[in-house]
């Protein structure tokens, strides 16, 4: 489907297999509890499109190259599920990702640009929810990204931007942070157990209080500081 319109269509509970996807300009249409597997998406556009309970398998979202990806912006992406999927290089701009689940997916080099995971219930209720759980953000730009009691469990980020990124509460356990730029991110009372993070300097978060790690990591994170540490 090459160039093909799919502007302003109602494609609830579509099924998509083995579909191949060319600079298609998706406006305005509704993808809602649609699921697509094995699909091929080549420099495509998603604009104000609804993916709630949306489900993709296996999908492909980069150019012959590999080095375009698709791009989100205004979508609504609310328990949407993305499994074993390449999503390099796409952008995430001002979408509603609320509950959002990546699971085994590469967003290396991928980009978050004013998303959000959080939903209001009332002026003081405010819950957060999103899952992405052994994903390869290498050289990802999350700087900003707020996603607070987040499971991000077994995810690469190495070399990606969090700066100012605010995960307190998170799940980061078994992750690698190796050379991840973490300058005012927020990472209170997240649990780092298990997680790469050599190199990483608390003095220059935004906050750390509570945050959980194992006896393994006091070490480089003392060092980190320009403490002499030295074992008993």
Same mark, same amino acid.
């Given at each position: 489907?090459?160039?093909?319109?799919?502007?302003d269509?109602?494609?609830?509970?579509a +099924?998509?297999?083995?579909c191949?996807?060319?600079?298609v300009?998706? &406006?305005?249409?509704?993808?809602?509890? &649609?699921?697509? *597997?094995?699909?091929?998406?080549?420099?495509?556009?998603? !604009?104000?499109?609804?993916? +709630?309970?949306?489900?993709?398998?296996?999908?492909d979202?980069?150019?012959? *190259?590999?080095?375009?990806?698709a791009?989100? !912006?205004?979508?609504r992406?609310?328990?949407?599920?993305?499994?074993?999927?390449?999503?390099?290089f796409? +952008?995430?701009?001002r979408?509603? =990702?609320y509950? $959002?689940?990546?699971?085994?997916?590469?967003?290396?080099?991928?980009?978050f640009?004013?998303?959000?995971? @959080?939903? @209001?219930?009332?002026?003081k209720?405010?819950?957060?929810?999103?899952?992405?759980?052994d994903c390869n953000?290498?050289? &990802?730009?999350?700087?900003?990204l707020?996603?607070?009691?987040?499971?991000?469990?077994e995810?690469?980020? +190495?070399?990606?931007?969090?700066?100012?990124?605010? =995960?307190?509460?998170a799940?980061?356990r078994?992750?690698?942070?190796?050379?991840?730029?973490?300058?005012?991110?927020?990472? &209170?009372?997240?649990?780092?157990?298990?997680?790469?993070?050599?190199?990483l300097n608390?003095?220059?978060?935004?906050?750390?209080?509570g945050?959980?790690? !194992? *006896?393994?990591?006091?070490?480089?994170?003392?060092?980190?500081?320009?403490?002499? $540490?030295?074992?008993?």
């Amino acid at each position: 489907m090459s160039q093909s319109r799919f502007a302003d269509l109602d494609l609830t509970g579509a +099924r998509f297999e083995d579909c191949v996807f060319t600079e298609v300009r998706f &406006a305005g249409t509704r993808f809602e509890a &649609a699921r697509f *597997a094995r699909c091929r998406f080549t420099r495509c556009h998603f !604009s104000s499109v609804e993916f +709630r309970d949306a489900q993709f398998v296996e999908c492909d979202f980069t150019d012959d *190259a590999g080095h375009t990806g698709a791009h989100f !912006s205004l979508s609504r992406m609310e328990q949407a599920r993305f499994e074993r999927s390449d999503l390099s290089f796409a +952008r995430f701009e001002r979408c509603d =990702l609320y509950c $959002v689940r990546l699971i085994g997916c590469n967003l290396r080099g991928g980009a978050f640009v004013r998303v959000e995971f @959080s939903r @209001s219930f009332s002026r003081k209720l405010v819950k957060w929810g999103g899952w992405m759980t052994d994903c390869n953000f290498e050289f &990802a730009n999350l700087g900003g990204l707020r996603l607070r009691e987040g499971d991000l469990r077994e995810s690469r980020f +190495r070399e990606a931007v969090l700066h100012q990124a605010d =995960l307190e509460d998170a799940d980061l356990r078994d992750a690698d942070f190796t050379r991840t730029a973490f300058d005012g991110a927020r990472l &209170a009372r997240a649990d780092v157990r298990g997680a790469t993070i050599d190199g990483l300097n608390l003095q220059s978060l935004s906050s750390f209080e509570g945050l959980v790690i !194992s *006896a393994r990591q006091q070490y480089p994170l003392l060092s980190a500081m320009g403490l002499d $540490v030295h074992p008993d």
